[in-house]
């Protein structure tokens, strides 16, 4: 089991910036991959950005060159810094983590309860 708490959201100007974190806890020998998702109202969740165990990252077009995913290993934590913000960022955002795949097939997933991030003016 992995425990995922999300924080860092709230409202802020367009143009502005956020830095949303995400720590686990639980079973975090296991997780493969990390990533942050969004969801905005009447809208599909879809991916914003990836890294894995070996620290490859991977971004949805939406937030490449704004957005830099990372993570802390001491910490247990995930970050999702999100520059230059857009009023279409506005969304609640997900963590989520894989598990390895030796822990079975399909590895367990398991997501944040969300933060809200509204982007306006």
């Known amino acids: 089991q992995v425990q995922l708490v999300e924080s860092g959201g709230g409202l802020v100007q367009p143009g502005g910036s956020l830095r949303l974190s995400c720590t686990a806890s639980g079973n975090i020998f296991s997780i493969e991959l990390m990533g942050w998702y969004r969801q905005a109202p009447g809208k599909q969740r879809e991916l914003v950005a990836t890294i894995s165990r070996s620290g490859s990252t991977n971004y949805a077009d939406s937030g490449k060159g704004r957005f830099t995913i990372s993570r802390d290993n001491a910490k247990n934590t995930m970050y999702l810094q999100m520059n230059s913000l857009k009023p279409e960022d506005t969304a609640v955002y997900y963590c989520?983590?894989?598990?390895?795949?030796?822990?079975?097939?399909?590895?367990?997933?398991?997501w944040g309860q969300g933060t809200q991030v509204t982007v306006s003016s």
């Open positions: 989520n983590a894989q598990h390895r795949a030796t822990t079975g097939w399909p590895p367990p997933n398991y």
